[in-house]
């Protein structure tokens, strides 16, 4: 080797088996630095890629959160009991038309289904409740004190009523919040008397606010009353000890499956029900219901992550497309740094630098503007939106994968030109 040559190299930063990451990473920050535009269009498939993924991972998973909130409302292991269908010179009614159901198969279904853990009768229907000079229209349930453990409803205020008032048929009642808000304003309306279908109530508790339901039904609007009172003083039925449904709260979501079949067997016996003959009643489990359509958001949001995916491989064709430009442009200076000493991998390793910088840079940026893109959604197209920590680990990963990936090609093109053909380059 000439003498001439040997005193380069030992001046040469490159050694053996080391590659000299802070030289490189200089030598590629030059590089981007000298072609801003150019850098910053490469970089603007990685941030729209970014803040895409960002944001419709956040739509989704609001969405499901907001869905879940709504189920958890409901209740939790709940199961409803309805009326079935009646038929009046062989014309089929719709379900809800029997009138079999009643207090005595609430309670049996309590004391004998050994999944079942607790139970509530339902009479229901609609009046005009009245304080003072103000009214409001809003739907009346007459239930049990086991009906806040099955729909898990607490109290805010007040008293939930007792056995002793449901034995009584004793004229009490709890109020949901809106119900209050809209009769009571900020007045205390526990130990107030309020008239329902003309007939004299005392408030003695008021529901937790609870918010909508998952069909959008607003379930603080409600006032609950003893069952017994309901029967017998308000929704008065020609059966006596007949109810509109029975919400049932099983021990947990695995005992749901045999809480239906032991309801099923139980109330067919009740009802003297032969083997071909249809029940008169339908047992629906809304648990299951709702975690279906939970699961069904789920599944968009991960659609809509995937949709949102395309937008970064897209930059990353154009961080490949850019990188092969680089490496024309750049061949002479290819071929100068071979000739100093540099090893193939220490060209490759410079061009993927290049390439994770710009996607790296790219996935800050597009993260912060998914965030804020999220934060828009929320505030002013009113969408539930959440941004969970999964959500913009997985952006800032795939641009990197991105970088590595479409990098490559362009990185190993470079390192494996010939030096004397890229000194001779023009």
């Not at 009646?86 to 004391?111: N, P």
């Not at 979501?253 to 067997?265: G, M, Y």
């Not at 939970?294 to 990353?316: D, R």
């Not at 100068?336 to 193939?344: H, P």
Request: include cysteine; aromatic fraction near 6%.
């Amino acid at each position: 080797m000439p003498a001439h040559f040997r005193a380069t190299t030992q001046g040469c930063p490159y050694k053996k088996n080391m590659i000299n990451i802070s030289s490189t990473l200089k030598i590629s920050l030059r590089a981007l630095r000298v072609n801003k535009m150019r850098s910053a269009l490469t970089m603007l498939g990685v941030i729209i890629g970014a803040g895409a993924v960002i944001a419709m991972l956040a739509v989704g998973t609001g969405a499901s959160k907001q869905i879940e909130q709504q189920i958890s409302s409901i209740g939790s292991n709940l199961i409803i009991i309805i009326p079935g269908t009646t038929t009046a010179g062989g014309v089929r009614m719709g379900l809800g038309t029997s009138s079999r159901l009643t207090t005595g198969d609430a309670e049996a279904i309590l004391k004998e289904c050994s999944a079942v853990e607790n139970v509530s009768p339902v009479v229901s229907g609609t009046a005009q409740i009245v304080y003072g000079n103000q009214n409001w229209a809003t739907g009346v349930v007459g239930t049990t004190p086991n009906m806040l453990d099955v729909r898990d409803w607490p109290l805010s205020a007040g008293r939930i009523f007792t056995e002793q008032d449901i034995r009584g048929a004793a004229k009490v009642c709890l109020l949901g919040q809106t119900v209050v808000d809209n009769i009571f304003g900020n007045i205390n309306p526990v130990g107030k008397i309020i008239r329902i279908k003309k007939v004299p109530f005392t408030v003695i508790g008021v529901l937790q606010s609870k918010g909508q339901s998952p069909i959008g039904q607003d379930q603080d609007d409600t006032v609950y009353v003893p069952v017994t009172t309901a029967q017998k003083k308000l929704f008065r039925s020609a059966t006596p000890g007949s109810v509109r449904t029975i919400m049932v709260k099983a021990k947990s979501t695995e005992s749901l499956a045999t809480a239906e079949r032991q309801i099923n067997d139980l109330l067919r016996q009740r009802h003297h029900i032969g083997p071909r003959e249809e029940n008169d009643f339908t047992v629906r489990n809304l648990t299951q219901m709702m975690q279906m359509a939970e699961q069904a958001t789920k599944v968009m949001a991960l659609l809509l992550g995937s949709i949102a995916s395309v937008s970064l491989l897209v930059g990353g064709i154009g961080i490949m497309n850019i990188m092969l430009v680089s490496v024309t442009e750049r061949t002479r200076e290819i071929g100068i740094r071979m000739a100093v000493g540099a090893r193939a991998w220490d060209i490759r390793f410079q061009f993927l630098i290049e390439a994770l910088i710009l996607s790296f840079i790219g996935g800050i940026i597009g993260i912060i503007a998914g965030i804020s893109t999220s934060h828009i959604l929320s505030e002013f197209a009113g969408w539930t939106t959440l941004v969970s920590p999964s959500s913009i680990l997985l952006a800032f990963s795939f641009s990197g994968l991105v970088g590595v990936f479409f990098g490559f090609y362009p990185a190993y093109k470079a390192s494996q030109l010939d030096p004397i053909e890229a000194l001779r380059y023009e």
